[in-house]
């Protein structure tokens, strides 16, 4: 009854760190009767060799490694195997890998700094269907949600609007078709939007909606 109640969580750790793997291994079946570490991977490479012998219920997965980075591999484990959770242990907390990390569809996060229990939390959390976020994530989440909320506030509704379609390629004339609007507006909306951000062409406006994360390709 209890195991049908609280299922084991079999666990990948992927770290090129060998005391990391042991630490963080031992750590887990230790503070939890749940979680037990059916593998642990150097590499991306030795990761991918495991999971044709054992397939995880939640993979813990670092972000820099020699080779291929967790980016890539959280990328090909979405792909090729959706039903396993990803949970990212990491001292790392750049926006920018953050940011691809949650388009990605990772479950979690916790950072390599944080106590022993809050790993083991982040653990069952995730594996129980939930997500986790350290506080020291989520703060950076936070700053990051704030700031695309400021940049996209720069914008009137039908300039965004506007920004999205250049950005997916439409020309001014096809813009004006798909809005319902004159061609002499859409070129209005344009001028005043270069202006905003003192840019010139539409690669640049592409560049800028996609680094400032106000769209997504």
């Known amino acids: 009854m209890n195991e049908t109640m609280n299922p084991t969580i079999k666990v990948i750790i992927v770290d090129d760190h060998p005391l990391i793997l042991s630490g963080v291994s031992s750590a887990l079946e230790k503070g939890s009767s749940r979680v037990k570490v059916i593998g642990t991977a150097l590499s991306a490479n030795d990761f991918f060799t495991l999971l044709k012998k054992e397939m995880p219920d939640l993979v813990l997965l670092d972000i820099i490694m020699p080779g291929i980075s967790g980016i890539v591999v959280a990328k090909k484990l979405k792909q090729f195997y959706p039903a396993v959770k990803i949970l990212i242990l990491s001292s790392e907390s750049e926006e920018e890998d953050i940011m691809e990390l949650l388009r990605i569809g990772i479950n979690g996060f916790v950072s390599k700094t944080a106590p022993v229990s809050n790993i083991v939390d ?35 509704a039908r300039e965004l609007e506007i920004v999205n379609l250049c950005c997916i390629g439409l020309q001014c004339k096809e813009i004006a078709s798909r809005l319902g609007i004159s061609l002499r507006t859409v070129e209005t909306h344009k001028s005043n939007i270069f202006h905003k951000l003192n840019i010139n062409n539409n690669v640049e406006l592409v560049t800028y909606a996609l680094t400032n994360h106000i769209i997504r390709i």
């Open 122 to 156: 982040a653990v069952e959390t995730v594996a129980d269907g939930c997500e986790y976020f350290g506080r020291d994530i989520a703060r950076i989440i936070e700053g990051i949600e704030r700031k695309v909320k400021q940049r996209t506030n720069e914008f009137t």
